[in-house]
């Protein structure tokens, strides 16, 4: 059964770079039918898209965030990979990595547990 | 940016009853529609996409339809598990979520 995993620090100072990477176990990121996407949620509030990445290197970004995201993916480590720059208290979230699915079949299929990323000083 | 809006955005039922949860998109999104389901503490877990088609080992007492612009998603009779927050999404235009309608335990 795939799984993933996060994994980061939970704290970062007001203006730095946040760095996540996930882990995908139990099968191989290096699918043609799978994007590899990072979502998250504020405390209490809803969930946002941040991009999606392909193991060919394609890249999409939400266009809210373009400016600060950068996605990678190392296949042969079988993980992803984001940084966030500049960050400020509004970036405070839990950060999810999810497979989202290729060619119309384009949900969020299996999630990992989230990690809670709090942006202080 | 296609805008989904959920409501109510609580709802208190009991169990056994059914309920409908709605969804309503700021333009059409066609059949390009997913429901989640989260457990306080938990990651979202996909229960429908193509707007009705349930996922892999999903109970049949979950039932979404809708096209277009309106949606639902129908539990039958709940169960003490299905108390959690329900999320759409659309993936018809990249990707965006609906803010959520809480089950809460009347």
């Known amino acids: 059964q795939l799984q993933l995993q996060e994994s980061g620090p939970g704290l970062v100072k007001p203006s730095e770079t946040l760095s996540l990477t996930c882990t995908v176990s139990?099968?191989?990121?290096?699918?043609?039918?799978?994007?590899w996407a990072w979502v998250r949620q504020p405390p209490g509030k809803g969930l946002e898209w941040i991009g999606s990445?392909?193991?060919?290197?394609?890249?999409y970004y939400n266009p809210s965030l373009k400016s600060r995201v950068t996605l990678s993916v190392d296949t042969s480590k079988n993980q992803f990979s984001m940084k966030l720059k500049s960050l400020t208290a509004p970036d405070t979230a839990v950060y999810y990595c999810?497979?989202?699915?290729?060619?119309?079949?384009?949900?969020?299929?299996?999630w990992g547990q989230g990690t809670l990323v709090t942006v202080s000083s | 940016e296609i805008v989904l809006t959920q409501s109510p955005a609580t709802l208190s039922v009991s169990p056994g009853e059914r309920v409908t949860l709605s969804c309503r998109a700021s333009?059409?999104?066609?059949?390009?529609l997913a429901w989640y389901q989260q457990i306080p503490g938990q990651a979202p877990r996909l229960l429908i996409h193509?707007?009705?088609t349930r996922a892999t080992g999903i109970p049949a007492r979950f039932s979404g339809s809708g096209s277009g612009t309106d949606f639902t998603l129908t539990i039958s009779s709940l169960q003490s598990e299905d108390f959690a927050v329900y999320f759409c999404?659309?993936?018809?235009?990249?990707?965006?979520f609906g803010q959520g309608t809480k089950l809460e335990i009347k």
């Open positions: 999404q659309q993936y018809n235009n990249w990707y965006t």
């Open positions: 193509g707007a009705s």
């Open positions: 999810a497979r989202l699915g290729t060619l119309g079949r384009n949900w969020f299929d299996p």
């Open positions: 139990n099968d191989s990121i290096s699918s043609d039918d799978y994007y």
């Open positions: 990445i392909f193991y060919r290197g394609n890249i």
């Open positions: 333009q059409s999104v066609g059949s390009n």
